[in-house]
């Protein structure tokens, strides 16, 4: 593989040779720490993050709404706002990890209750952009009351105004 040439805020897995998923760096050093070697991840909106999944995990599902990224990454493409939602479910798996990601943003707070059902128990939701001002989808009133009751770590890029990623076990 060539040199990989990585976007101001996007940071290169040397030993892999790819990028890393594009979460900020505070989260990146948390989630390097994890070993995600046996997990089931599922991702809501695809991307260089599934291909570095894909080299982590045991298993990687993932869907999104642009027909070109989709065949890119060869995963699914769903365009239909309650199949995206649902897609997990009908994955008949339950993940160890989902990823609320990707585009339309105004879809990513409804994907937290169908996260919640295709979620193994002590499970993670990994969400990005989460409370960013800077995105479409500032509030997250739905995600809020359903994990109310986790403890949720939310980590900012120190270089950035609001970009944010965020996680509940």
Known sequence: MGALTPHKWQYVDEQEQLFFPW???????????????SWSVFEYGGGNSTLWWRRKAKLVHSVDT?????????????????????????????YDCIVIDGEPVAWRDECTAYAIKALK??????????EQAT???QNWPLTDKLLEKFEKHVYKQPDHQDWKTAYWM
């Open 23 to 37: 979460y900020t760096r505070p989260f990146l050093n948390i989630l390097q720490t994890w070993n995600v070697s």
């Open 66 to 94: 642009n027909k070109d990224w989709a065949a890119k990454i060869d995963m699914p493409c769903v365009t239909d706002k309650q199949d995206f939602l649902k897609y997990p479910l009908s994955t008949e798996h339950l």
């Open 121 to 130: 128990p002590n499970g993670i939701i990994i969400i990005d952009n989460y």
């Open 135 to 137: 995105v479409q989808l």
